[in-house]
């Protein structure tokens, strides 16, 4: 029989042992509360909502006591941007729509305001191209309106073809029409652009209009940044056993920012979610020291197409060659169905630990492994042949790109289990 007072004293180290994971998870939530909120803007290039994040994040690693790799903790860089920091306004026929929930704006495209008439383009005029050149002929300082991008046909060259000939329609130079709407029953979701379009053109839900419209009325404001100043933030830990080789935990923390005054991008998910997992591995790493130096690496500039994580590469304080092993977290909010590791299949070694620790500890029901994959931050230093991991949770939320991805949208009920995952897996090497 256990005595008394043991008893206590196993309820009261049980009772912190639990609160000390109940705090990680309750740091984690608040990081992307806050990140996801109107006053981070999207985290993009509006209303200095990247900048914003980045003297939130820097802040916070300060706080933690890492050690900067660069005076600040930045590494900046240049890339070009297209941004919308006013009116972004729709009216098709006498119905005027919700920007990101009944429209988006192609994010590559130029400013424009007026009034406008309407072509109306039907699908089997786009696979025949003798129709459509006749169309064209009439569509000068007029807008196009397309019925339905082929998405779900079976016949992918048909497909192809016809989202070709869209993305024509779309951003063609030597086309004269005033711009394109397109309707669609798919889901709506945006992205950034580094380019400018000929034309604007309009990603329209279907059920927000009844058919093609005869007339448009748009009031579009865009402002084209060549030189947008981005700011990687990194810093380290040294290592207590092999403090010239490193552990690297990436993500990024850019997002989509806001398409005019009245519509922002939470990114709660993507990608709060994977900065406020790496801000608590650097917490937990600064009280439980590393063998290896571990590095710790937020990214600005992925939604632009990985610009930040190309640049790092490219100009690294690390020596690639002395880092044993990259993790970056991206969508990591849920974890209902398991966990997708990409270059599972590639790097069989590293993967084969993982499922052996997850096996007996049970924290998710799938560690499913992928192929080589250009989809996040790892990319670039998997071209650079750094051994990698991108990890990303199944299940939950489908918001993706769109205003819907929210921090109350998240379950977080996969968050101890991915961090006890990861930090077995470190301990592992």
């Not at 400018?196 to 402002?223: H, M, Q, T, W, Y």
């Not at 052996?356 to 492994?369: M, Q, T």
């Not at 990698?388 to 998240?410: R, V, W």
Request: a neutral charge.
């Amino acid at each position: 029989m256990i005595k008394k007072t043991t008893f206590v004293i196993v309820c009261i180290s049980l009772y912190f042992c639990n609160l000390s994971w109940t705090q990680d998870s309750v740091y984690a939530k608040k990081i992307v509360q806050l990140l996801a909120s109107p006053n981070f803007h999207g985290r993009g290039y509006v209303d200095n909502g990247l900048e914003i994040s980045a003297d939130f994040i820097e802040k916070e690693i300060g706080t933690i006591g890492l050690q900067p790799f660069f005076e600040g903790y930045r590494q900046q860089f240049l890339m070009p941007v297209n941004t919308f920091p006013g009116k972004v306004s729709l009216c098709l026929d006498t119905a005027c729509l919700q920007p990101g929930t009944d429209f988006l704006a192609d994010p590559a495209s130029p400013g424009l305001s007026g009034s406008y008439q309407v072509i109306k383009i039907q699908k089997k005029v786009l696979k025949n191209p003798g129709k459509l050149k006749k169309k064209l002929v009439g569509a000068k300082d007029k807008f196009i309106c397309i019925e339905h991008r082929e998405t779900g046909t079976h016949n992918n060259t048909e497909k192809e073809n016809v989202n070709g000939l869209v993305n024509m329609l779309q951003y063609d130079p030597r086309l004269e029409n005033a711009g394109v709407i397109e309707l669609t029953d798919s889901r709506l979701y945006w992205n950034t652009a580094t380019f400018l379009a000929p034309r604007p053109s309009f990603l329209v839900k279907k059920g927000a209009i009844n058919g093609c419209p005869d007339s448009v009325i748009i009031d579009v404001e865009n402002r084209f940044i060549s030189e947008y100043h981005g700011s990687n933030l990194a810093a380290f830990i040294i290592g207590e056993a092999a403090p010239d080789s490193f552990l690297v935990f990436t993500a990024h923390y850019d997002h989509l920012g806001q398409m005019g005054n009245a519509c922002y991008f939470p990114g709660a998910n993507d990608n709060a979610a994977g900065v406020a997992l790496l801000l608590d591995l650097a917490r937990y790493y600064t009280r439980n020291k590393p063998r290896y130096s571990t590095a710790f690496i937020a990214f600005a500039g992925e939604e632009a197409g990985l610009i930040g994580s190309k640049y790092f590469v490219e100009n690294s304080p690390i020596d690639l060659k002395k880092i044993k092993f990259l993790i970056n977290l991206d969508l990591v909010g849920n974890g209902d169905e398991g966990i997708t590791v990409v270059n599972g299949s590639v790097h069989t070694s590293a993967f084969n630990k993982i499922t052996e620790i997850n096996g007996p500890a049970g924290y998710f029901p799938i560690v499913k492994p992928r192929g080589e994959a250009c989809n996040s931050d790892h990319c670039p230093f998997h071209e650079a042949e750094v051994p990698c991991f991108f990890i990303y949770t199944m299940g939950g939320t489908n918001a993706y790109h769109d205003i819907n991805d929210t921090y109350q949208s998240l379950r977080f009920n996969k968050y101890n289990a991915l961090f006890n995952l990861l930090t077995a897996f470190v301990d592992s090497f």
